[in-house]
């Protein structure tokens, strides 16, 4: 007789380190013998995996708790919200357990005790590499945990600590059985890549019988091996990163650098405790590009930080329109409850805020636009992510998934494209976003 599978609902939120936490629950879960159901109706519990890390996100996992709650009952909250058990238990009582970010075992511990696991050797037939949320092709691979700085908007170092380094050879381990499971395109993911190892004194560990340092240049070399796509987030922009310019250059990682600068004024860069040097950046930025003509360089910034003056936002300006940054993200500040930048002076009002961020994103947008425009006519490697008619939607070395731009196929579907291939792509025409081409046939 075959036993039911108890089931598990799951809502994940937040960014992708979040997302890789509820991979490893949602891993251990059908370990133990868990199914994953598809809706409200069909859980017996339902796990809700939270973001608290600015207020929109804040009631955004207050949201999708109070659906849970009313759509099924039985409720688990974890994640980085769960760090701030009070203002759950004020909106939702009911909720059966709270737990903190990569708190594994205390949510096991409450999904066992809600729901006691079937044992049933059959059901536990998972693949080696766990449970992804991600498309087959792709895979965010967290390297490290928590964060040694103290960014003054940022709560995050409260809630998931100081940073905790995995060691390179369990990496890069995690990363082989991703390729071997289908795995094109890894994306290294932190909260500050850049400090990889420093924890750890760049402990050094073997993998294929060579010595690799627990380090961020060390890493990219193993995970050059795989002969898959590797792209950098979260970098900081330190001295160190020279060294692995060289491998983008060489194609053994790809020229892709997520930095996220978050201003350029001296001043404002201060008062968020943040790298203050920016001419250093910016020559630094330039040297990058002589050596990886290739790269490209995606950024976030924060506009309107208290006490940005006119003169701080002009810095800003000049600092995007001379370092040429292909994508980036902006977003005007807003206080998040328990950091300290909510005790500095001179708040900027709303609607000089969002008039900063209208006049930097219409700067970036034709800064974004050129450097797309520059690319018609070029070939492009590229990875389809799917089929859409006539089309493969596919995105290029300078595009990483959610967050960049695409690469419309027009021809895909008849080129035999499906998800996960590389092509190279003819690059026919471009907008502030998207490129379009379409795959060369052999005359
Ligand atoms: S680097 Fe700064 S913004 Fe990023 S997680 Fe650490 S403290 Fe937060």
């Known amino acids: 007789m075959t036993i039911a599978a108890p089931k598990v609902g799951f809502v994940s939120l937040g960014c992708p380190k979040a997302l890789v936490d509820s991979e490893r629950i949602l891993t251990q879960l059908k370990v133990e013998g868990y199914a994953v159901a598809p809706n409200y109706d069909d859980a017996d519990v339902v796990v809700v995996n939270t973001c608290g890390f600015i207020d929109s996100a804040v ?40 737990s903190g970010p990569q708190d594994y075992v205390s949510v096991m511990d409450a999904v066992h005790s809600a729901l006691p696991p079937a044992h049933d050797p059959f059901i536990d037939l998972i693949p080696d590499y766990g449970i992804k949320l991600t498309p087959k092709h792709y895979a965010y691979l967290k390297i490290s945990e928590g964060c040694n700085h103290r960014c003054t908007f940022c709560i995050i170092p409260s809630m998931r600590g100081d940073l905790v380094s995995r060691p390179v050879d369990e990496v890069l381990r995690e990363a082989e059985k991703l390729a071997a499971g289908g795995v094109k395109e890894l994306l290294v993911v932190s909260q500050d890549t850049s400090a990889y190892g420093v924890d750890v004194r760049y402990a050094p560990r073997t993998w294929h019988e060579k010595i690799y ?10 995970l050059s091996e795989l002969g898959i796509w590797t792209r950098l987030h979260y970098v900081y922009p330190y001295p160190h990163v020279d060294d692995i310019i060289p491998l983008m250059a060489d194609g053994k ?29 910016l020559q630094r930025v ?58 500095i002076e001179g708040h900027v009002p709303a609607e000089e805020q ?23 006519g070029t070939r492009q490697s590229c990875i389809v992510d799917e089929i859409d008619g006539e089309l493969a939607i596919a995105r290029s070395k300078a595009d990483a998934p959610e967050i960049d731009g695409l690469v419309q196929i027009q021809n895909g579907f ?29 005359d």
Request: aromatic content about 6%; charged content about 25%.
């Open 286 to 343: 330039h040297n990058w590009r002589k050596v990886c003509p290739d790269l490209t360089i995606r950024s976030t910034f924060i506009v309107g930080f208290p006490g940005e003056t006119e003169a701080d936002f002009q810095m800003l300006l000049d600092f995007i329109e001379d370092a040429q940054l292909d994508r980036v993200g902006a977003f005007t500040y807003s206080p998040v409850e328990g950091a300290a930048a909510n005790a």
């Open 354 to 376: 969002a008039s900063r961020l209208a006049r930097f994103m219409a700067l970036q947008a034709e800064i974004s636009e050129a450097k797309l425009a520059a690319k018609v």
């Open 414 to 442: 008849e080129a035999g494209l499906k998800p996960g291939d590389f092509v190279d792509v003819d690059i026919m025409g471009s907008d502030e976003h998207d490129l379009y081409g379409e795959v060369p046939f052999d």
């Open 59 to 98: 009631a955004e996992s207050l949201d999708a708790i109070g659906e849970a709650m009313a759509e099924n009952g039985k409720v688990i909250v974890t994640g980085c919200l769960g760090k701030r058990a009070d203002i759950i238990r004020e909106a939702h009582p009911g909720v059966l357990s709270i």
């Open 253 to 281: 990682i790809l020229p892709y650098l997520d930095i996220p600068f978050q201003h350029a004024s001296p001043k404002v860069l201060k008062a968020m405790k943040r790298p203050g040097a920016i001419d250093k950046t």
């Open 213 to 222: 340092e627990t380090r961020m240049k060390s890493l990219c070399e193993g």
